[in-house]
Nanobody
């Protein structure tokens, strides 16, 4: 069992930045790839970014590439999402998640992630 708790969401103006954190507890955090997803009202949950277990590899959705950076600190059992140049269309509830799959990385389907946090709201004003 893995418990995930996101934090860092809030209200930011267009062009601003936020840093999301996801603290993990339970199983050995450093064994698992992690991902960030988001879900806006009336829309399906969508993939944002993923990072390998070691942190050496990352993969992003085209919509955030060049603006968002995923990272992790295995000593702190925490994964981060640095979001820069935020746009109104980035507004959503952001979730971190754990995937148990070690092959065929990157995994970007929400069905491939087994543990999820409760989410943190990101609002981007014009």
């Amino acid at each position: 069992q893995v418990q995930l708790v996101e934090s860092g969401g809030g209200l930011v103006q267009t062009g601003g930045s936020l840093r999301l954190s996801c603290a993990a507890s339970g199983r050995t955090f450093s064994n698992y790839a992690m991902g960030w997803f988001r879900q806006a009202p009336g829309k399906e949950r969508e993939f944002v970014a993923t990072i390998s277990a070691s942190g050496g590899s990352t993969y992003y959705a085209d919509s955030v590439k060049g603006r968002f950076t995923i990272s992790r600190d295995n000593a702190k059992n925490t994964v981060y999402l640095q979001m820069n140049s935020l746009k109104p269309e980035d507004a959503a509830v952001y979730y971190c998640a754990v995937t148990p799959y070690v092959s065929n990385w990157p995994r970007y389907r929400s069905s491939e992630y087994t543990y999820w946090g409760q989410g943190t709201q990101v609002t981007v004003s014009l």
